[in-house]
């Protein structure tokens, strides 16, 4: 039988500065001087204005949930010991919204509006950014 491992992301020209950052636990992102706007993801161009000077920055990677799902059926078998999980979009306090998986014990109490923290799953050569709850007030801060 073959074992069919999780997905992994293939970073591309513009995606590679933010994978690298991955690689080192730092979540990277966007920023456009031009309008002063984060973007997330990576593009050659502020989605915004049209602008190419983009500059990159670091997140302190926490945030706010903006919606939340529980999957219970998985995409894969490779998906199977992990389900019940929570995938969530993720507005981070710098000003952009992603969408990651929040690593909880009770998947089903993760709720919109809960603060959470980024944390790295390392996949092979790739580090792929999750979420947990941020586990007391003062890790919100
Ligand atoms: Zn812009």
Known sequence: MTEIGKPVPQPTPESQPYWDGC????????????????????????ASCGATALEWRRSE???????????YRPPSAA??????????LVDLDEGFRMMANVLSAAPEAVAIGDRVTVTFERRGDIALPQFRPCASPGEDL
């Open 23 to 46: 690689l080192r636990g730092e979540l990277l992102y966007q920023h456009c001087a031009a309008c002063n706007r984060a973007q997330f993801y990576p593009r050659s161009a502020c």
């Open 61 to 71: 990677g926490r945030g706010t949930l903006h919606a939340v799902t529980v999957v």
């Open 79 to 88: 998906f199977k010991p992990d389900v019940p999980y929570a995938v969530a």
